[in-house]
Every structure is written in structure tokens, then in C-alpha cells.
């Protein structure tokens, strides 16, 4: 039951029409787990701060806690003295408050005691017995952290949607949360094509291919995120391939038919997602090169979202990079965020684009050059090499050596 | 029984120095594991494809196979006319062979006939009948990928270490290899400091910090292909300190002392640290900042590396990055190899720095500049939003805003 289609659509207009189409948060698939449990799945909610932090206001080097004011007008020559009034002890609040005139020893991570402001570092005082002599003025804050300055009781801490790795497990960690919510998405990967055997198959027969599609994407479902559920290769038949595609939607949340929208398999293909239930088919064809032949389907009520890919590796990669992850993003968070870090680089050799059609290619980064890498073949070797992909926006035709291109980073 | 330890110097020398001292390839420690259950961890040896690659020559495309001489002058208003001998079957040896002014229907992924060396796309040929009336001039080897074009047998398809991933796992299952062997290297993480709690701790007393780093840790060893083992926290005292380094060498293959190299655990630590069997205490002090009290060292005999690691979670977390990943690779493989990616970007804000060290800062990517992240307190949530590392090299000072500075990106 397929509404209005749109027929070979800009990649970024593709995204919004089928997240705004399919806007569904994955519901009813989330865990609690431990930190280390929890490393590569993503948030299942916004996770707030359960407390100030720090808790205390707190000195971040060695040295003595003062007041500020007192210190105004030091100087090498012209030093100021302080009546040392005692040592901030560690894992304690100090039992004493300071007045005009007065500081106390501190370390690294110690509790400011009442009255101080600041703190002057070891290397710009000298200690005479009680006495403190101070060669240098300090601001207000200085070598401090106050109470609640990295975030406030009930701040979001980290969005929905961010993955527990070594950037984000660590603030979960200091702030106390050692069981994280995150979301199980399962992504079902059917493959098509009757030349497609098995990897596991040792000696090939003429024009048959390895399944290197399958591994590609459960490696980049992994990586960020998704659970890969491996459902095997499929018969290149109308009837097998929907029947396949049903048991598949029982099971995954998302399925990604690799090889789907190949020559032989994108009529059937196109013809079982126009008959899904509403919205069905809603993306036929991406302006993109590789990834045109890419299809975008699903069923809001049993949220379900759908996808053909192409079958050559790197183009089946490329749609999966490109379309799927900020479109299941954006379905799941309302947010559309890029999975790569996109920088723009002077490319090392010519690359022969085209206006009209948004272009890709793999390439490594050598010398602060973006080398474009040759994808001749219908093989993975490129992907191997690469740091990331070089994108020709549509308006871009032939690039120069020298020229700046935008390079998007994994 | 420290050798020559080599006190503060420079971070690549003290890499060098630390492989060269102890290079050994872990042994022992390979098992053989399906490309799926292999995800994330890192080959134990060099792959060799076990044949070539494709193994016969191939269509690229779905076009004519041809003799690219025949072609030769054929243009929209001067076309050439072939023969057609017959249609290539998928999956299987075409038949027949082409003779001078023959050609063949072939699909994308089939086999060449003998005597063709090219093929023409579907969109610069007409057929009518059995005559192919060609439009345009083919080079030799024009969308054909030939045997053995990617790799022959016998090559390096992959060398040890490299990481299983989406960009690795693809070549690995086109080359029908579905079990890869891969490396198990134990990290053992020891936190110290009594001022460091469990995360679980529900409030803090004043002074307390959740140990933050083993998580940090934990993740960026994972995503690196370690298996991280999280040893707890262990009390600042010399006979603890040593009690729990050699259980945790008993374990592992590596350990990282977490504030290790804080003010009041750094001696206890260098101590224990000259007092390994040799080399031992290799490196005290890195010319880094943050990082500069890292500590390396090792034994030579029983392949085991231990480094002292500061206890700010940034300052730990870089020279985790910067120094451990390094040279763990380099002990390993012999080669040294950045995790990073490195970009030369222009900077949004003043960076200031100073020469004679180097010095780092996390940073975001905005609008194709580095955004410097303040890292003020004792805590990971600059390194959250992070794309990567800002560096200044030793010999820079303060950076102004616009001028161009080193970004390595995760």
C-alpha cells in the first residue's frame, strides 16, 4: 500500500521523508546494563545529572587556598604576606574558614574551605614557618572548579542516542551512574542474488561471489550500535524473497535486503515493499553515485523500517554509511546527526565528478591530502584502506589536484 | 633492576626507546575465531589471500564483451557493427570464444569469454537482431576486472593487526575467509589513589572522586582490540601498591596503573617500577602536557609492559592514546602506527601554549575548524564532546585564531 513515492530523490530529502514518514522512537527494546555490559549500544533516553558536580567546590592543583583580593598588587618585587591558617585535608571538609589576611594548604582535588576564592599554585609562594609570602596576584576561580560548574543536579548529561564509548563512559562514570538504559535495535540482513554463496565457501564456480556484503554491514551495525541479526542468503524469486522479508520483519526492527536492488532483484524487490502496509514504499532511487538503485520503505503502526541496498559491496556500504544511519538516528532521537567528522582537504589527483548526482568515493588521508582510492572491481579491498569517504556535492563536477574536496571521516 | 632510564623526554623517542627495550610479539595468546565472534579484536598474523583475486577475469558491468580493437574509431556518427556469438550464462564458463569482430551479451559479475579483453556498457550499443551496432571506442581492460586484479594468491591481504571491522571484514569474506586468527592481550587496569571510590558510590564525601578512568580505559581498549580487566582500586601505600601489580602481571599482559603517577603515588610507583626484573623502569616523564609524569616500563623475559598513567581522566585518557596505544602496536608488529587520523585545520580561538612541550587539548570540529574544549576540572565530559585531539608540537607557542594547527582525529 504504497503512498506517494518519490522517485530518485536527493540523498538528504530521502532522509527527511522517511524519518518524517516513519518518526517512530524504537519502543519496548530497552535494557539496564552495566557500563562495561553497555559499551557500543546507545542511550535509550537522555540521561540526567543526578547531582551538582562537582559536589564541592574544589582546587584543581597544589597549592594554597585564599582569597583573591588578597593577593591584588603581588608580584616578583613586590611580594604580599598571608598567616598560613592550617592544611585542607584530603577527603574532608576543613574545619576552619578563612579571613582577610589568611590561606591554607591544599591538594589537588581538595575541598575549598569557606571564604577562599581562589588558588595560587606551589611555584608562586615560598613558606617561612606561619607565614606565606606570595609573588604573584590571582583572579577570583583561579585553579578551582566550583560546585556544579560541569553541570547542575537534573542537566542533561548526555542525549539520547549517544553511544557508551571511551568519550561518553567516562562522565557516566564520575557522575555516578554505573547502570546505563540502552536501546536494542535489531537490524535483520537478508541476502539476495543467486550468485552470492556463502563466505564460508572455499572454491568459487565462474561468476559467483563471496558474501561480503553481510559481514560489511553487521561490522558497521556494530560499530554503531545496532545488533546485526544474520539471516542468510535468499533465492532471487518474488515469492521466496517475501516470504523471507515477512519472517524477517517478525523478528528485526529493521531489515536491510543487501543485493535488493540489483538488476535482476529490484523489480521484485520494489514490488513486495510497494505492498507493505502504510507508508510502504517511500524512496525509489537516491541521486547518489554509488547507492542510486537504494530503496526506503516501512510500516509506521508495527515500526518497521525497511531497505533495499545495493549489491557491489562498496555500494551497498556506502547507502547503509550514508542513508541508513542518520535516517535510524533521526527516526529514533527527531535529530539528524552525522555519523562521520566531515573536513574539507586538498585531494592529490584528479577525480572525475559529474553535475546533477552526488558522488562518493573512498579515500585514505596521506600528508593532509585526500587520496582518492580506486573501487573498480565489485570488492571490499578499497573500504580496507580507507579513513573515511571524499564526497562530490551535486553541483561539483571535475576536481582538480590540489582543489579542496569535502572528505568525511569515519 | 632498571637499565638506563630515560627521564622526561620526548614522546616518540620514549615510544621508541620502550619498543626497541621490549619488543616482543605477544605469544600465546591467538585463537581462531569466526569473522563475527572476531569483530573488534585485532589479527594475531599476516593473512595471504588464498587465491587470486577475482578468480577469473569479470564484467563489471551489464554490456557486450568485445575485442576492445574492433571498437577502435566507433562513434555516434561513425558507429562499428559486431556479431553477436551468444549471451554469457551467470554462474558458470561461457562456451564459446570470440574471433575478430564478435562480441557477447554479458551481465555484471560474469565470466569473460576467451578472447575478449573488454566490455561496452548497455547505453553505447543498439542491437537489432544479431547485429550490435557500437557507438563508442573501448579501451583494453574497460569494465573488466581481471584474475587476480585485486590480489593474487599468495599476497598480504591484510597484515597482523589490523583490527576486524567494517572496513577489514568484507576482504576477509570475498577471500573466503570466514575464521580469522586473532590476538587476546589482557590489560589489566589498576586504579589508585584513596581518594578514588567505585562509580557505584552513591554520594561523595567531600575530596572523593568515582574512578572514572577505568571505564575511559576500558572503552578505548576495547575499541582497540585489548581486552581490558578491571583489577579495583588499591590502596596508596608502597606494599599494597606492589602486592597488586604483581597478581595483576600474573594475569595479564599488560598492566596500567590508573594515578599511578599522581603527586603522592608516583614515588611509590617509580620505585616498585626500578625494581622489575630487567629492563624495568624504562621511562620516567614524558615532555607532554598533559601526561607528563607517565611512567613506562617492562619485563623483558615474561613480555610484559606496565605504565604509570596520571590520574586527571584527560590527562590519563591522552597518554592511554598518545603513548600506550603506540607502543603496544609497535612491540607487536615492529611498526609504529597512529591510531589517529591527522588533519591540518585552522583553529576557532587562541590555543595557548608553550615551546619546549608538547601539548594537547581536546577539540570539536565546527564548520571545518578546531574548536578548543576547555578541560578545566578533574573530569571527562570535555572528552565527550570531542572529535579528536588538538596538538601543538613543541616548538609552537600561542596559537591565534585562524592559523592552522595539527587535529588528530578519533
Redesign the interface.
Known amino acids: 500500500m504504497a503512498g506517494f513515492v518519490r522517485e530518485l530523490t536527493d540523498r538528504m530529502s530521502a532522509i527527511e521523508y522517511a524519518a518524517a514518514s516513519l518518526s517512530f522512537p524504537w519502543q519496548g527494546n530497552e535494557s539496564s546494563r552495566d557500563?562495561?555490559a553497555a559499551?557500543?549500544l546507545t542511550l535509550a533516553r537522555d540521561i540526567l545529572a543526578p547531582?551538582d558536580?562537582?559536589?564541592?567546590d574544589?582546587s584543581?592543583r597544589?597549592g594554597y587556598a585564599l582569597i583573591s583580593e588578597d593577593s591584588y598588587g603581588a608580584s616578583q618585587s613586590n611580594p604580599a604576606f598571608l598567616t598560613i591558617r592550617g592544611e585542607v585535608?584530603?577527603?574532608?571538609?576543613p574545619s576552619f574558614s578563612l579571613s582577610e589576611g589568611e590561606c591554607a594548604l591544599i591538594?589537588?582535588?581538595?575541598?575549598l574551605p569557606a571564604g577562599a576564592d581562589a588558588v595560587i599554585m606551589l611555584e608562586n609562594v615560598e613558606r617561612t614557618g606561619n607565614w606565606l609570602e606570595i609573588r604573584k596576584a590571582v583572579q577570583k576561580g583561579e585553579n578551582i572548579?566550583f560546585r556544579g560548574?560541569?553541570?547542575s543536579a537534573g542537566a542533561i548529561l548526555?542525549p539520547k542516542g549517544?553511544q557508551?564509548?571511551?568519550?561518553?563512559?567516562?562522565?557516566?562514570?564520575?557522575?555516578?551512574?554505573?547502570k546505563a538504559p540502552v536501546q536494542h535495535v535489531k537490524v535483520g540482513i537478508l541476502s539476495t542474488g543467486?550468485?552470492i554463496v556463502?563466505?564460508?565457501?572455499?572454491?568459487?564456480?565462474?561468476?559467483?561471489?563471496?558474501?561480503?556484503?553481510?559481514?560489511?554491514l553487521?561490522?558497521?551495525l556494530?560499530?554503531h550500535g545496532y545488533e546485526p541479526v544474520?539471516l542468510g542468503i535468499v533465492e532471487d524469486s518474488k515469492v521466496s524473497l517475501e516470504k523471507a522479508l515477512y519472517r524477517a520483519m517478525e523478528e528485526c526492527d529493521v531489515v536491510l535486503l543487501s543485493g535488493g536492488s540489483?538488476?535482476s532483484t529490484r523489480d521484485h524487490c520494489s514490488t513486495i515493499l510497494e505492498s507493505l502496509e502504510a507508508p510502504g514504499l517511500l524512496v525509489r532511487g537516491i541521486l547518489m553515485s554509488p547507492g542510486k538503485p537504494t530503496l526506503i520503505a516501512g510500516i509506521k503502526e508495527k515500526q518497521k523500517l525497511v531497505m533495499g541496498l545495493p549489491g557491489h559491496?562498496f555500494s551497498c556500504?556506502l547507502a547503509a554509511y550514508t542513508v541508513f544511519l542518520p535516517l535510524a538516528h533521526a527516526m529514533n532521537t527527531g535529530a539528524i546527526v552525522s555519523p562521520w567528522?566531515?573536513?574539507?582537504?586538498p585531494v592529490s589527483e584528479s577525480v572525475f565528478g559529474h553535475s546533477g548526482i552526488e558522488e562518493f568515493l573512498p579515500c585514505a588521508?596521506r600528508d593532509?591530502k585526500a587520496v582518492p582510492l580506486p573501487v573498480?572491481?565489485?570488492?571490499?579491498?578499497a573500504?580496507?584502506?580507507?579513513?573515511?569517504i571524499l564526497r562530490l556535492s551535486s553541483s561539483r563536477e571535475t576536481v582538480r589536484p590540489g582543489e579542496e574536496v569535502e572528505v568525511w571521516?569515519?
Open positions: 557500563l562495561d559499551e557500543g547531582e558536580f562537582p559536589p564541592f574544589r584543581t597544589d585535608p584530603m577527603a574532608a571538609v591538594h589537588t582535588g581538595g575541598v572548579v560548574e560541569e553541570f548526555l549517544v557508551v564509548d571511551f568519550k561518553s563512559s567516562g562522565v557516566l562514570a564520575a557522575a555516578g551512574i554505573s543467486d550468485e556463502p563466505c564460508e565457501t572455499r572454491s568459487l564456480n565462474p561468476g559467483q561471489f563471496r558474501d561480503a556484503n553481510a559481514n560489511i553487521s561490522s558497521l556494530r560499530r544474520y540489483s538488476v559491496p556500504f567528522r566531515s573536513v574539507v582537504l588521508l593532509g573498480k572491481s565489485s570488492f571490499a579491498k573500504l580496507g584502506q580507507a579513513d573515511g571521516l569515519w
